[in-house]
Nanobody, 120 residues
């Protein structure tokens, strides 16, 4: 069983930056692909980015490509999401997720989420 805890959310102005962290425990972190998803009020959960077990492969949603960067530190059991040039439409609860398969879809383990609010 993998436990995931996100941190780093907050309130930022349009054009600002935030770095989210997701600390994992209870499993072999380097065995898992890690993803970031987000859910805005009244909307369905949306894929943001994924990174494979080694960090050698990444994939982004078109809406964040060129602005967000996903990375991981397997020695620290942590995955990061660097978010630059933030827009009001990036406002959402951001969740990290873990799965043994590198993909956009279904994930086995989820964190509780961290709120990101971008003011205009």
């Amino acid at each position: 069983q993998v436990q995931l805890v996100e941190s780093g959310g907050g309130l930022v102005q349009t054009g600002g930056s935030l770095r989210l962290s997701c600390a994992a425990s209870g499993g072999t972190f380097s065995s898992y692909a890690m993803g970031w998803f987000r859910q805005a009020p009244g909307k369905e959960r949306e894929f943001v980015a994924v990174i494979n077990w080694s960090g050698g492969s990444t994939y982004y949603a078109d809406s964040v490509k060129g602005r967000f960067t996903i990375s991981r530190d397997n020695a620290k059991n942590t995955v990061y999401l660097q978010m630059n040039s933030l827009k009001p439409e990036d406002t959402a609860v951001y969740h990290c997720a873990a799965d043994r398969v590198y993909r956009v879809g279904q994930y086995d383990y989820w964190g509780q989420g961290t709120q990101v609010t971008v003011s205009s």
